[in-house]
């Protein structure tokens, strides 16, 4: 319940972590993984932390960050830097709906752009002052084509529960919806 005392024992462990990770990684390829997870990792955001995302791979490290803003990071590092370094080590980004506009601008800043295209469909008549039996008429289409957000920041404001978007190393985007476990449909038997 102390931001102090938490923030210090998670930095504590985050810094003996990444010894085993450099004596996994020294002592040759580990045959097991460890998985890592890291909750409120803006407060436990170090020097070792952000080692432990450049390196931990080599020592089998699988680390998943949950964290609820990039400002969370910024004001924890000092500097708006050292948050873009730190999740610029993380590999694969799933986001659920964040609020925080600097949050929605640096998570669609990553993503690339794509062609929107429109077709405008018009139709016009004319016909004679003197003649009324005489008449003109028209039909045209335009197809246009513009850049556009793959996804447009103010959404990620927007996604219901369970709803996310991620993009995974190699540049996979998905947009996808977490499943909900342990329910079951009315009048289902057990």
Do not use: W
Request: aromatic share 6%.
């Amino acid at each position: 319940s102390d931001n102090m005392v938490g923030s210090a024992i998670g930095s504590i462990l985050i810094a003996d972590l990444a010894a085993v990770a450099g004596n996994r990684y020294n002592a040759g390829r580990p045959e097991r993984s460890l998985n890592v997870f890291v909750d409120e990792a803006a407060e436990v955001v170090n020097d070792p932390f952000i080692q432990l995302l450049n390196k931990g791979r080599g020592a089998r490290l699988r680390l998943t960050v949950a964290t609820q803003t990039f400002a969370d990071f910024a004001a924890r590092t000092g500097s708006e830097a050292k948050a873009r370094q730190v999740l610029g080590n993380i590999n694969n980004m799933i986001v659920l709906r964040a609020l925080d506009a600097e949050t929605q601008t640096y998570v669609t800043d990553s993503l690339p752009k794509t062609t929107v295209r429109s077709l405008m469909t018009t139709q016009g008549s004319n016909s004679s002052g003197t003649d009324p039996l005489l008449f003109t008429g028209n039909v045209s289409e335009r197809l246009s084509e513009e850049e556009a957000d793959l996804f447009p920041p103010a959404l990620l404001g927007h996604l219901p529960n369970f709803h996310y978007i991620a993009q995974f190393a190699g540049g996979r985007i998905v947009k996808g919806r977490l499943p909900i476990l342990g329910t079951r449909k009315p009048g289902t038997p057990t």
